[in-house]
Protein backbone atom coordinates (compact mmCIF):
# COMPACT_ATOMS: atom_id res chain seq x y z
CA UNK A 1 0.00 0.00 0.00
CA UNK A 2 2.75 2.00 -0.42
CA UNK A 3 2.41 5.46 -2.26
CA UNK A 4 -1.59 5.62 -0.84
CA UNK A 5 -3.11 7.67 1.71
CA UNK A 6 -4.77 6.11 4.68
CA UNK A 7 -6.71 7.44 7.39
CA UNK A 8 -8.49 6.61 10.24
CA UNK A 9 -11.43 9.19 11.15
CA UNK A 10 -14.92 9.18 12.37
CA UNK A 11 -17.81 8.43 10.55
CA UNK A 12 -19.60 11.37 8.47
CA UNK A 13 -22.87 11.01 6.79
CA UNK A 14 -21.48 10.00 3.01
CA UNK A 15 -19.44 7.45 4.38
CA UNK A 16 -22.97 5.29 5.11
CA UNK A 17 -23.25 3.91 1.41
CA UNK A 18 -19.52 2.62 1.58
CA UNK A 19 -19.29 1.27 4.91
CA UNK A 20 -22.51 -0.48 4.35
CA UNK A 21 -21.31 -2.58 0.97
CA UNK A 22 -18.10 -3.20 3.02
CA UNK A 23 -20.52 -4.85 5.98
CA UNK A 24 -22.54 -6.41 3.34
CA UNK A 25 -19.30 -7.64 1.32
CA UNK A 26 -17.44 -9.65 4.26
CA UNK A 27 -20.64 -11.58 4.83
CA UNK A 28 -21.17 -12.65 1.67
CA UNK A 29 -17.29 -13.60 0.94
CA UNK A 30 -17.20 -15.73 4.49
CA UNK A 31 -20.61 -16.71 3.78
CA UNK A 32 -21.83 -15.84 7.65
CA UNK A 33 -24.92 -15.86 8.53
CA UNK A 34 -27.26 -13.01 7.67
CA UNK A 35 -29.80 -13.49 10.32
CA UNK A 36 -29.09 -12.58 13.82
CA UNK A 37 -26.02 -11.03 12.53
CA UNK A 38 -24.99 -6.79 11.91
CA UNK A 39 -26.22 -8.27 8.13
CA UNK A 40 -29.85 -7.66 8.14
CA UNK A 41 -29.28 -4.71 11.22
CA UNK A 42 -31.29 -1.72 10.73
CA UNK A 43 -28.24 0.88 11.76
CA UNK A 44 -26.28 -1.35 8.96
CA UNK A 45 -27.25 1.29 6.08
CA UNK A 46 -27.24 4.46 8.47
CA UNK A 47 -24.28 3.75 10.50
CA UNK A 48 -24.06 7.78 10.89
CA UNK A 49 -27.30 8.10 12.60
CA UNK A 50 -27.01 4.96 14.34
CA UNK A 51 -23.20 6.30 16.58
CA UNK A 52 -24.41 9.90 16.73
CA UNK A 53 -25.31 8.84 20.55
CA UNK A 54 -22.23 10.85 23.19
CA UNK A 55 -21.44 7.52 24.24
CA UNK A 56 -20.99 5.89 21.04
CA UNK A 57 -18.55 6.86 17.90
CA UNK A 58 -18.19 4.86 14.68
CA UNK A 59 -14.61 4.91 13.03
CA UNK A 60 -13.87 4.73 9.46
CA UNK A 61 -10.34 3.64 7.61
CA UNK A 62 -10.28 5.35 4.51
CA UNK A 63 -7.79 4.33 1.70
CA UNK A 64 -7.56 6.90 -0.86
CA UNK A 65 -10.42 8.52 -0.39
CA UNK A 66 -12.88 5.07 -0.60
CA UNK A 67 -13.67 3.72 3.17
CA UNK A 68 -12.40 0.54 3.02
CA UNK A 69 -13.39 -0.57 6.59
CA UNK A 70 -14.51 0.35 9.95
CA UNK A 71 -15.67 -0.36 13.70
CA UNK A 72 -17.10 1.37 16.29
CA UNK A 73 -18.60 1.13 19.77
CA UNK A 74 -21.73 1.89 21.74
CA UNK A 75 -23.04 1.64 25.51
CA UNK A 76 -24.07 -2.47 25.32
CA UNK A 77 -28.05 -2.35 25.85
CA UNK A 78 -29.41 -3.78 28.87
CA UNK A 79 -25.99 -2.25 30.58
CA UNK A 80 -25.55 0.87 28.91
CA UNK A 81 -23.59 2.31 31.76
CA UNK A 82 -21.14 0.22 32.61
CA UNK A 83 -20.21 -1.81 29.80
CA UNK A 84 -19.47 -0.51 25.78
CA UNK A 85 -19.43 -3.41 23.05
CA UNK A 86 -17.13 -2.91 20.36
CA UNK A 87 -19.05 -3.46 16.88
CA UNK A 88 -19.14 -3.76 13.35
CA UNK A 89 -15.85 -4.34 12.94
CA UNK A 90 -15.25 -5.18 9.45
CA UNK A 91 -12.48 -4.54 7.01
CA UNK A 92 -12.58 -5.53 2.71
CA UNK A 93 -10.23 -8.16 1.81
CA UNK A 94 -7.88 -5.40 0.42
CA UNK A 95 -7.46 -4.06 3.83
CA UNK A 96 -7.16 -7.23 5.84
CA UNK A 97 -3.95 -8.60 6.98
CA UNK A 98 -2.08 -4.81 6.98
CA UNK A 99 -2.63 -3.75 10.87
CA UNK A 100 -5.56 -1.69 10.18
CA UNK A 101 -7.83 -4.46 12.23
CA UNK A 102 -5.89 -3.93 15.48
CA UNK A 103 -4.97 -0.47 15.42
CA UNK A 104 -8.62 0.19 15.15
CA UNK A 105 -9.41 -2.45 17.84
CA UNK A 106 -7.11 -0.62 20.29
CA UNK A 107 -8.70 3.11 19.15
CA UNK A 108 -11.72 1.98 20.41
CA UNK A 109 -10.75 0.04 23.42
CA UNK A 110 -9.13 3.66 24.28
CA UNK A 111 -12.03 5.40 23.39
CA UNK A 112 -14.55 3.20 25.75
CA UNK A 113 -12.32 3.59 28.88
CA UNK A 114 -11.76 7.72 27.98
CA UNK A 115 -15.73 7.65 27.97
CA UNK A 116 -15.66 5.87 31.29
CA UNK A 117 -17.04 2.39 30.98
CA UNK A 118 -15.66 -0.60 33.14
CA UNK A 119 -15.29 -3.71 30.58
CA UNK A 120 -15.32 -4.35 27.01
CA UNK A 121 -17.55 -6.71 25.22
CA UNK A 122 -18.11 -8.32 21.79
CA UNK A 123 -19.81 -10.56 20.05
CA UNK A 124 -18.38 -12.59 16.82
CA UNK A 125 -19.10 -15.68 14.49
CA UNK A 126 -16.14 -18.65 15.07
CA UNK A 127 -15.08 -18.45 11.32
CA UNK A 128 -13.20 -15.15 11.85
CA UNK A 129 -10.14 -16.29 13.05
CA UNK A 130 -7.94 -13.72 12.55
CA UNK A 131 -10.14 -11.27 14.69
CA UNK A 132 -10.49 -13.74 17.54
CA UNK A 133 -6.73 -14.08 17.66
CA UNK A 134 -6.45 -9.99 18.25
CA UNK A 135 -9.03 -9.73 20.77
CA UNK A 136 -7.29 -12.78 22.93
CA UNK A 137 -4.17 -11.51 22.37
CA UNK A 138 -5.19 -8.32 24.09
CA UNK A 139 -6.39 -10.11 26.91
CA UNK A 140 -10.26 -10.72 26.34
CA UNK A 141 -11.82 -13.58 27.70
CA UNK A 142 -14.46 -16.39 26.41
CA UNK A 143 -17.51 -15.87 27.62
CA UNK A 144 -20.14 -18.83 28.07
CA UNK A 145 -23.16 -16.78 27.06
CA UNK A 146 -23.87 -13.10 25.71
CA UNK A 147 -23.76 -10.41 27.98
CA UNK A 148 -26.71 -7.75 27.19
CA UNK A 149 -29.55 -7.71 24.67
CA UNK A 150 -27.88 -7.23 20.98
CA UNK A 151 -30.57 -9.45 19.44
CA UNK A 152 -27.32 -11.00 17.53
CA UNK A 153 -28.18 -15.15 18.07
CA UNK A 154 -25.85 -16.17 15.00
CA UNK A 155 -23.02 -15.21 16.61
CA UNK A 156 -21.77 -17.46 19.05
CA UNK A 157 -18.52 -16.10 20.66
CA UNK A 158 -19.17 -13.40 23.34
CA UNK A 159 -16.04 -12.10 25.08
CA UNK A 160 -15.17 -9.30 27.44
CA UNK A 161 -12.27 -7.75 29.34
CA UNK A 162 -12.07 -5.37 32.18
CA UNK A 163 -10.51 -1.74 31.31
Known amino acids: MSNTTIEIREIQPQDNPEIEAVIREVFIEYNLP?????????????????YADPKSVYYVVVVDGKVEGGGGLKPLRGMENEVFEIQKMYFSNRLRGKGFGKKLFLKCLEKGKSLGFKKAYLETIPV?????????ANGFKHLEGPLGSTGHFSCGIWMSKNI
Open 34 to 50: LVGTAYEDAETPKMFQA
Open 128 to 136: LKEAIHIYE
